[in-house]
């Protein structure tokens, strides 16, 4: 029974970690390469999800509800570069901060304008509902293995896509120096462009997923974008392995935390109390871990500018 | 010779595979100005930032006025009486010439806790200042913002900062670069006479000033001092000829 | 010999002194017509809501005035803000937690006291209060303790670490007070009756509008004086170059963390009078939402200018009242607005009405 739940929560940990690491990747790109720190990319996550869900309500198709997703997330992450980050990488941090929060406000107001403020509708496909079980009679929803196993994919992918292609070494090169890359030859805006799409299509994809589970509403991006913060400053600004860790122990301490923090508290205390103490803390856990790190290691645990 | 107030001993930095500074002493005495040259990548950045602070040594100590000063803070550093110029301006390009050179009287006067009392009429930080700024025949320019003074008159400016700490030890980085010949004369004039009150480690790559003010040199090639001695002895030292004046125009 | 060239330095030192003067005066004639211009558009812009609340009130439009108050305590709320960001450099993405935090020592001092109840008995007894004067003491206090505690582990890190640090940190009291089920959770608490003060009816709106009045007053003349001190002056060196600072001797370090202090201090005190003027207190006000539109407000009017945060805060209650009254959107067009203020007009609403701020 508590192996059953721990398999459970643990695997439901991992899901949330690579949900966040598809966030986090597209976060600590965009600032590794182009310094930018980007708070609209939750906006990214949103515009995924409520193009799945459109595309996915009028087609009936999931998986081309899925594509429309990812390419509406990754064109407007291209026009938006384009229209307004790209005037944003030579300034101070604040006005990349006010700048990108204005465009949160335009796209929350916006998409509210157009679809309205209740949620959308969006299920998994058929194929995928149902349940498989694990070892130790865990059952467990199909759509959460598919889930972890998308995630996994697209990590490999994306280490593959970095550490492999001549985009991935003009990216590593962008990182290490902007001015050589831009010697070097290289068509340097159309690659911010490109990253930077890239990013976005990753949260889209993110977003819709993810709204498979819970729900298609405005606003959906701002906690996981927060969360994904947390991610990468644990992780180490700029690391691509620093988000995978950090997203996966984010998202392991973060279920756990809100599962075992209630049951431990009853121990002593009578339950209604404990449960009130367990989740408050629970809900803080995370940002303990950060701050712990970051006692011993304030610039992350990978830190790619030392 | 005098007791040495700056004293590097046995200082060792190793970044990677490269040995930045290897096994490094030197000392600078009383009334002296004492040259460290090198060729680009001899490690002389890496050097400075162990002496000033924001670096620290992997091995060795250093001494200022006796103390060990090796694991302190820049400011620690900064209040016993090391004063310091930059290579690149380091200045705040806004605010006044005063505004700068006022920061190090308030820090040797007390802790900067003092929340009440305006600073553009306290004449306990403002007098020194003048002070300092006069030492570099800069008071005109008291009230000028940063951003209008010349390269070479930022330069001074620099080393007026530096003088405001009642330094006991002066740490200047390349204070000629980018002066022109007049600028240069000028500069190596004024620290001339300001040897005699505070003993000065040069880092300089323009050898006509070096070879003028410089009591003694030392030259730094790989992270290793290799020569030391007067001018004269240096521009002998065959060692030197090879390894630095052979590979550099200066 | 060096004795011998100092004492020919100083003997010649009054009469740099009297130069000095002279310079001053005539660098301050250079800027004469600038403070005239910049002098008219502060005093007006003060003058202003000082003035029509007050008529507001004797023509009976009560509604008026308590808008007035909103203005009056987030600007106070930006003033704090500014303090760190503007004057410090310290781009806090997290202030709402100190707004927050005051709004809930008010809400919960004000919830036991109406209730007879202890805040807590054990080691010793702490009753709830409902007097003001005990709450704006204990909200200053505690979001000066809890800036502390957030400041001395944020202040280690600089740049984008520093703004997600804030950021996340506040974020962690927002899910706490949404959690914690004792205050109300996330239906927010409150505040029956308006806390007390001994001389005034604090609740008469035109009172506590005046109340909010002095106390923006004094957290604007306390930032104005700060900056001119010792203090002000390395905070000011802390921002434009914090080596140059280290280097004449002052560590960076404490002076942010001071300047952090006090700007959550002026926030808080604002974030309790809010939670008077509206009777109520909920995690909304500790949200991130809140903390980025505080930065939005201290950037309309103008960041690192002293009625910067008024401004703003004019402004941007303005945009709510005029734009929400015609349109449920009007937040898209805040934002349109801001990233044309951002990209386009970087000194904000006061360095185009008033002119540039000088740094000296």
């Not at chain 1, 796209?107 to 079980?133: A, N």
């Not at chain 2, 405001?164 to 022109?180: F, T, Y």
């Amino acid at each position: 029974m508590s192996v059953t739940l721990l398999i459970e929560q643990l695997l439901n940990g991992v899901q949330l970690g690579t949900m966040l690491f598809l966030m986090a990747s597209g976060l600590t790109l965009v600032f590794g390469v182009m310094g930018l720190i980007n708070l609209a990319h939750g906006s990214f996550y949103m515009v995924g999800a409520y193009a799945t869900a459109t595309v996915t309500a009028s087609t009936g198709s999931f998986l081309l509800g899925l594509g429309a997703g990812i390419a509406a997330a990754a064109l407007v992450g291209a026009l938006v570069e384009l229209l307004v980050i790209r005037r944003l990488y030579h300034r101070p941090h604040l006005d990349q901060v006010l700048a990108t929060f204005a465009l949160i406000l335009i796209f929350s107001e916006g998409t509210r304008w157009i679809f309205g403020s209740s949620p959308l509708w969006l299920s998994p496909p058929s194929w995928l509902t149902g349940f498989v079980t694990l070892p130790g009679d865990t059952r467990y929803p199909i759509y959460r293995l598919v889930l972890i196993g998308m995630g996994i994919a697209i990590s490999i992918a994306l280490y593959l896509l970095i550490s492999r292609t001549r985009l991935g070494m003009r990216i590593r090169a962008g990182e290490s120096d902007r001015e050589m890359i831009g010697a070097l030859g290289v068509n340097i805006s159309k690659l911010y462009t490109l990253v930077f799409a890239l990013g976005a299509g990753l949260a889209g994809l993110a977003g819709a997923l993810v709204g498979a589970l819970q729900s298609v509403q405005v606003g959906m991006g701002e906690p996981v974008l927060i969360l994904a913060f947390v991610v990468i400053v644990i992780g180490g600004i700029g690391s691509i392995k620093g988000a995978l860790l950090g997203a996966l122990l984010v998202g392991i301490v973060d279920t756990l935390g809100r599962v075992y923090l209630p049951i431990f508290f009853q121990a002593f205390m009578p339950p209604s109390e404990a449960t009130g103490v367990g989740s408050a803390l629970a809900a803080m856990l995370i940002y303990i871990l950060m701050a712990v790190i970051l006692a011993f290691k304030p610039k992350g645990l990978f830190s790619a500018h030392d | 010779m005098s007791e040495s107030v700056l004293s590097l001993q046995n200082l060792h930095k190793r970044f990677g595979a490269l040995q930045a500074t290897n096994d490094v002493s030197l000392d600078l005495h009383q009334g002296e100005i004492h040259a460290l040259i090198g060729p680009n990548g001899a490690g002389k950045s890496t050097l400075i930032g162990q002496i000033a602070g924001n670096i620290r040594p992997d091995e060795g100590s250093v001494y200022l006025v006796g103390r060990e000063i090796t694991s302190m803070s820049i400011a620690q550093r900064a209040r016993l009486g090391l004063g310091r110029s930059f290579q690149v301006s380091s200045l705040a390009e806004p605010l006044s010439v005063m505004r700068n050179v006022m920061m190090g009287v308030q820090a040797l006067q007390s802790h900067s806790f003092r929340f009440w009392k305006p600073v553009a009429s306290d004449q306990q930080l403002l007098t020194p200042a003048y002070e300092a700024l006069e030492r570099m025949q800069l008071s005109h320019r008291a009230w000028t913002p940063v951003f209008e003074l010349s390269h070479g008159e930022r330069r001074q400016v620099e080393v007026a900062c530096a003088l405001a700490l009642k330094p006991r030890a002066l740490l200047l980085d390349e204070p000629m670069a980018g002066l022109g010949p007049e600028g240069s004369a000028k500069l190596t004039e004024l620290l001339e006479a300001l040897k005699l009150e505070v003993p000065i480690l040069l880092i300089e790559h323009d050898m006509e000033a070096v070879f003028r003010l410089a009591d003694r040199i030392s030259v730094l090639v790989s992270g290793s001092v290799i020569a030391h001695g007067d001018s004269h002895a240096i521009k002998q030292d065959p060692r030197v000829r090879e390894a630095y004046l052979g590979d550099s125009d200066a | 010999m060096t004795n011998n060239t100092s004492t020919s330095n100083s003997s010649s030192l009054a009469n740099r002194a009297s130069q000095r003067t002279t310079t001053d005066a005539a660098l301050a004639s250079k800027a004469n017509s600038h403070f005239d211009r910049k002098g008219l558009v502060q005093l007006t812009l003060l003058g202003l809501l000082l003035l029509l609340p007050v008529a507001a009130y004797f023509l009976g439009h009560i509604y008026y005035v308590n808008l007035a108050s909103r203005i009056t305590i987030i600007a106070m709320a930006a003033v704090g803000l500014n303090l760190a960001i503007g004057y410090g450099g310290m781009v806090s993405f997290g202030h709402a937690v100190y707004f927050g935090l005051g709004g809930y020592v008010a809400g919960i001092s004000a919830f036991h006291a109406f209730d007879l109840t202890p805040f807590m008995s054990w080691p010793f007894t702490v009753p709830g209060s409902d007097s003001m004067l005990v709450v704006w003491l204990v909200a200053v206090l505690l979001c000066a303790l809890l800036a502390l505690a957030i400041g001395a582990i944020s202040l280690r890190t600089t740049g984008v670490y520093f703004i997600m640090i804030t950021l996340a940190f506040a974020q962690m009291i927002y899910y706490f007070a949404n959690s914690w089920p004792t205050y109300g959770g996330q239906d927010g608490l409150p505040i029956y009756i308006r806390n007390t003060l001994p001389l005034a009816d604090s609740s008469n709106a035109l009172t506590y509008f005046l109340i909010c009045f002095t106390g923006l007053v004094l957290a604007m003349a306390i930032t104005s004086r700060l900056m001119k001190s010792r203090f002000g002056a390395a905070l000011t060196m802390a921002r434009l170059n914090d080596v140059r600072l280290a280097t004449a001797g002052i560590n960076p370090y404490p002076i942010r963390l001071v300047s952090f202090v006090i700007s959550a201090a002026i926030t808080g005190l604002a974030g309790a009078l809010y939670a008077d003027l509206n009777g109520f207190v909920s995690p909304a006000m500790l949200s991130w939402h809140f903390s980025g539109e505080l930065m939005v407000i201290v950037i309309l009017g103008g960041v690192g200018r002293l009625y910067g945060p008024l401004a703003g805060a004019v402004l941007f209650v303005m945009m709510e009242t005029l734009l929400g009254g015609i349109t449920e959107y009007w937040q898209l067009f805040l934002g349109l607005v801001l990233l044309g203020v951002v990209l386009f007009a970087k000194h904000g609403v006061l360095g185009w009405l008033a002119g540039r701020e000088r740094n000296e």
